[in-house]
């Protein structure tokens, strides 16, 4: 808001706070607004039209004039990204005060597709995740309850008593029971990485399912159900296994030579059943003659190999690693 001044900022920030013109003195707020204001400048659209209107609405607040103005390329991000340059007419590669308006709708057109992408992105994240969170939130409890001390320690009496005896004796209750808890944490937090890892698998291919008329998110709940309560089953296992093998040295009981250690990588994922990526999604919705049966018949070959390239790669890069 300062006179003969630029500010360039690479994001939109600080939304809730007006900028203010000339605000060192009144002399220079009666300058700027002589000058016409606060002038905005985009440089580039962006995927959501409500950013564009964010960055309009930065001038001309609360009465004070100002103006904005964006420049655009068909060789934008946005363009690029999508592939939307295919969509719009070749007559529009130069852009001039006729074909000015028609390539404004081309653009709020595109907009409305790619928010449209986003929102079913979040929609289905949250179809996906909402099974998994309330998976984790089961076990994390359990995890909590370990950690502040609640724990069974008639579980190992009963199902492994001569061990039990055996470092009860030797280190003393303190110490096993610590061993305890650490075990079952290990455990837990094991089984639970091993989880996500076979969910990671499952999903690969997951959206194919729709191509087939099954529902992707259906199945793949399906699958997380069965993965968890075979996880369930096979914690207390786990624990006693490990517990079984416990060694004592001359510092106390050695719980690295029996496996427990701490893990060194945390895991992640993102789901998309959509089959038709960027360029997919824009090209259907662009021919919207074309019935969906037919693009699922016309691409469903070419997903599949590129699909199974994309995991062969993976596993080549993982095996490299």
């Known amino acids: 808001g300062q006179l003969a001044s630029v500010t360039i900022s690479t994001n939109m920030a600080g939304r809730g706070v007006d900028i203010q013109l000339g605000p060192t003195s009144e002399e220079e ?3 700027v607004l002589e000058l016409g204001g606060l002038y905005v400048i985009g440089t580039t659209r962006h995927e959501s039209e409500r950013i564009d209107r964010q960055l309009r609405g930065r001038a001309g607040r609360q009465g004070d004039p100002g103006a904005s103005r964006f420049f655009i390329s068909l060789e ?3 363009f690029v990204r999508y592939q939307l340059k295919e969509i719009v007419p070749g007559n ?3 852009i001039n005060t006729r074909s000015s308006e028609k390539l404004q709708k081309y653009i709020h057109l595109i907009q409305k597709i790619i928010e449209g992408q986003n929102l079913e992105i979040k929609k289905t994240l949250v179809r996906y995740s909402e099974l998994i969170d309330k998976q984790r939130q089961v076990l994390y409890l359990r995890r909590r309850a370990v950690l502040e001390g609640q724990i069974d320690l008639q579980f190992w009496q009963e199902n492994s008593a001569e061990q039990y005896a055996f470092l009860v004796a030797r280190t003393g209750i303190e110490q096993m029971t610590n061993a305890c808890r650490q075990i079952e944490i290990f455990c837990i937090d094991n089984l639970w990485r091993e989880h996500l890892a076979k969910l990671a698998d499952r999903r690969d291919g997951i959206h194919l399912l729709r191509l087939g008329g099954q529902d992707p998110a259906f199945e793949f709940q399906k699958i997380a159900v069965n993965l968890f309560a075979h996880l369930l089953e ?3 296992t786990e624990m006693l296994k ?3 093998a416990l060694q004592v040295k001359a510092g106390g009981i050695d719980l690295e ?4 250690k701490t893990p060194s990588a945390t895991w992640t994922y993102l789901i998309n059943d959509n089959p038709f990526e960027n360029m997919f999604g824009v090209a259907l919705i662009g021919n919207a003659g074309i019935s969906l049966s037919i693009g699922a018949v016309m691409w469903t070959p070419l997903l599949a190999i590129y699909l199974l390239w994309k995991k062969l790669k993976r596993v ?5 690693s």
């Open 316 to 320: 080549t890069m993982q095996t490299r």
């Open 234 to 236: 096979v914690l207390e």
């Open 76 to 78: 934008d991000d946005i």
């Open 92 to 94: 529009l590669d130069r």
């Open 257 to 260: 030579r029996a496996g427990v």
């Open 29 to 31: 707020r009666r300058l």
């Open 242 to 244: 490990i517990f079984n």
